[in-house]
C-alpha cells in the first residue's frame, strides 16, 4: 500500500507517495535519485547513510520513508548551494577525502554538530563522526578538517566583535 507524504528535501517542498515498509535510503536513492546518499552496512553501524532529519543525524537504511512526513530532510547534495560548503572546503584541503563513501554521512554528523555546538572540542568531534566508519582516509584529518571550519569561524567573529 503506498502513502503520500509531504517534506522538505534540501530546502524544496516536496510530496511522494511510499511503500509503507520502504526505507529512508532506498527512497532517496532509487525515487529520489540522489546518489551522495550510500548503502554500506544496511544495519547501521557504518553511517555511510547518514542525513540529517530535522537537523539531527540519521541512519537512513534504519529509517522508514514514510516517517519523515512534515519533516525536513538534508541529504549531502542538499549542504552546497552553488559553491562548497566550508566543511566541503576543509574536508578538502585537509586531505579529509579518499574514496569518498564515507565523506557524505561524515559531513552531515559534523554539519549537526556545529549546528549546535560551534566550537566544539575534539573529543566532542570524535564522538559526533563515532558513526562513521572511514576505512581510507582515517579520522585524524577529518577532526582537523571539522577544527578547521571552528577555527574559520571563530576568526570571523573575532574580527566583527
Given at each position: 500500500?503506498?502513502?503520500?507524504?509531504?517534506?522538505?528535501?534540501?530546502?524544496?517542498?516536496?510530496?511522494?507517495?511510499?511503500?509503507?515498509?520502504?526505507?529512508?535510503?532506498?527512497?532517496?536513492?532509487?525515487?529520489?535519485?540522489?546518489?551522495?546518499?550510500?548503502?554500506?552496512?544496511?544495519?547501521?553501524?557504518?553511517?555511510?547513510?547518514?542525513?540529517?532529519?530535522?537537523?539531527?543525524?540519521?541512519?537512513?537504511?534504519?529509517?522508514?520513508?514514510?516517517?519523515?512526513?512534515?519533516?525536513?530532510?538534508?541529504?549531502?547534495?542538499?549542504?552546497?548551494?552553488?559553491?562548497?560548503?566550508?566543511?566541503?572546503?576543509?574536508?578538502?584541503?585537509?586531505?579529509?577525502?579518499?574514496?569518498?563513501?564515507?565523506?557524505?554521512?561524515?559531513?552531515?554528523?559534523?554539519?549537526?554538530?556545529?549546528?549546535?555546538?560551534?566550537?566544539?572540542?575534539?573529543?566532542?568531534?570524535?564522538?559526533a563522526i563515532s558513526g562513521n566508519i572511514c576505512?581510507?582516509?582515517?579520522?585524524?584529518?577529518?577532526?582537523?578538517?571539522?577544527?578547521?571550519?571552528?577555527?574559520?569561524?571563530?576568526?570571523?567573529?573575532?574580527?566583527?566583535?
Open positions: 500500500m503506498k502513502t503520500k507524504i509531504s517534506f522538505v528535501l534540501n530546502g524544496v517542498q516536496r510530496e511522494h507517495f511510499v511503500d509503507e515498509n520502504e526505507l529512508l535510503v532506498d527512497f532517496i536513492r532509487d525515487k529520489l535519485h540522489l546518489k551522495g546518499t550510500k548503502m554500506g552496512c544496511g544495519i547501521g553501524e557504518c553511517g555511510a547513510c547518514t542525513v540529517l532529519i530535522d537537523g539531527q543525524p540519521v541512519n537512513s537504511c534504519l529509517v522508514l520513508a514514510i516517517t519523515i512526513d512534515g519533516k525536513k530532510v538534508l541529504t549531502i547534495e542538499g549542504l552546497s548551494r552553488g559553491k562548497l560548503h566550508p566543511l566541503q572546503d576543509a574536508f578538502i584541503k585537509e586531505g579529509a577525502v579518499q574514496c569518498g563513501y564515507c565523506t557524505p554521512g561524515m559531513l552531515l554528523s559534523v554539519k549537526a554538530l556545529l549546528d549546535e555546538n560551534s566550537y566544539p572540542n575534539a573529543e566532542e568531534i570524535k564522538i576505512r581510507c582516509t582515517g579520522y585524524s584529518s577529518i577532526i582537523r578538517a571539522v577544527q578547521r571550519v571552528i577555527n574559520i569561524n571563530r576568526n570571523r567573529t573575532e574580527s566583527i566583535g
